[in-house]
């Protein structure tokens, strides 16, 4: 898919270790019960090694909170690392971030902290809030850090004796059900989520082993000690903080960069800014977006594609052995299976375009327009002008991830 100059990038720092350990997580959380989720999976370890947060759309009963906790055991983060806020219309900022509290001594205040701090959150039905109560989440989201009563106090502690970060990852619920007494999420706020991803209901193999699950004997409680091993969860973020670097490190290729460069300027209507198209693929492009997007993209969703492609090639597409050289040669095809979570919440398209009589159809129409506009926007011609298969691969990539990722 890629040509040699593209190919000759520098080596990451990730080792094959580390590939062999990211492999493990889906199967760990299958084992905690949860089924048929493999993508949905790898898809948060993206966007907590990448420092992105996730939005989890789906009906209920489908065990978007018991992911969560199965995801954290299977990180060896435990039980403590996760958060849970219930939202609902009465919920205030101040019960999410925390607040002073009179403390012990007369006239003491103490700080009280709030659910939001902790590794792993779940933001349950984050649509049922207030916009005054989603507001408060936008600083943590974008600066890992809360402002309460005038002091900033950071979500994502930097230990003194090593020089590792904790993590902090948001998973927001929405249903797409019942929505009286909701507050759709404004575009400022759901730009705060590297990945919308829609959780659909499980195939007929996948209903049995939960029914199975649910007919198996009860398991006995974990000893407090296990649950609370406060040493085995700084090891483990320990190891998330290394991984995440490690997985920075990757390189994009620099067709894989202009690629996205094309697909935000030629959203904004910049055909201008749009790099090595051919005449043909430039006026297919233009006349693509012409009066059909309603809000474009911009430097966030750059950047979001970016991460995407570089953290599904090391989760989910590189093999072990090639994990220093060879996962910059995957970031194509991990663009071309991450684009549709990556933007559908983000680009707004013309009513007429997407008005397909329900919104489970006006989704799926949007998510073919993503496909489209990211095919269209692949560059067909390398710098110097010499014709190439970077633009037909991609489109194969795609089409074939819309089948085996569904996300």
């Not at 720092?13 to 089924?35: C, K, N, S, Y």
């Not at 979500?155 to 009286?180: C, H, K, Y």
Request: hydrophobic share 45%; proline share 8%; glycine share 6%.
């Amino acid at each position: 898919m890629t040509d040699t100059a593209d190919s000759l990038v520098p080596p990451s720092d990730l080792e094959a270790a580390q590939v062999t350990w990211i492999r493990t997580i889906p199967d760990r959380v299958r084992d905690r019960g949860m089924f048929g989720l493999d993508p949905v999976v790898n898809i948060l370890l993206v966007a907590l090694l990448t420092g992105g947060h996730v939005l989890l759309e789906g009906n209920p009963g489908l065990g978007k909170t018991a992911l969560v906790r199965a995801l954290s055991a299977a990180l060896g983060l435990g039980e403590t690392a996760v958060g849970r806020i219930q939202f609902t219309p009465d919920l205030m900022p101040s019960d999410i971030t925390g607040t002073e509290m009179p403390g012990p001594n007369r006239g003491e205040l103490v700080f009280k902290p709030g659910p939001i701090f902790c590794q792993l959150l779940l933001a349950d039905e984050i649509n049922r809030a207030t916009p005054k109560t989603q507001a408060a989440m936008l600083e943590a989201m974008a600066e890992y850090q809360v402002t309460v009563l005038g002091v900033r106090r950071p979500l994502r502690d930097w230990r003194q004796a090593t020089p590792w970060q904790s993590p902090f990852m948001v998973m927001a619920t929405q249903n797409p059900i019942d929505q009286e007494g909701t507050y759709p999420l404004p575009e400022a706020q759901s730009d705060r989520f590297m990945f919308k991803v829609l959780m659909s209901l499980p195939d007929a193999d996948v209903i049995g082993q939960i029914i199975d699950k649910d007919l198996a004997p009860l398991r006995p409680p974990l000893a407090r000690a296990e649950r609370d091993d406060s040493h085995a969860r700084n090891t483990a973020m320990e190891g998330l903080h290394t991984l995440s670097q490690a997985i920075r490190s990757v390189a994009l290729l620099p067709v894989v960069k202009t690629q996205i460069i094309n697909i935000v300027q030629a959203s904004n209507g910049n055909m201008a800014q749009v790099r090595d198209l051919s005449q043909p693929r430039r006026k297919a492009l233009e006349e693509l977006v012409r009066d059909r997007i309603t809000y474009p993209l911009g430097p966030r969703a750059a950047g979001a594609m970016a991460r995407a492609a570089v953290g599904w090639a090391a989760v989910a597409l590189v093999e072990p052995a090639d994990a220093a050289r060879g996962t910059s040669a995957h970031t194509p095809q991990a663009l071309a299976q991450t684009v549709v979570p990556v933007l559908r919440h983000r680009l707004k398209v013309t009513q007429g375009y997407a008005d397909h009589f329900s919104p489970q159809a006006e989704a799926r129409a949007l998510d073919d327009f993503i496909r489209a506009l990211a095919d269209a926007a692949a560059p067909d011609l390398d710098p110097r002008a010499r014709a190439w298969g970077y633009a037909e691969d991609f489109a194969e990539a795609q089409s074939h991830a819309r089948l085996s990722v569904p996300l």
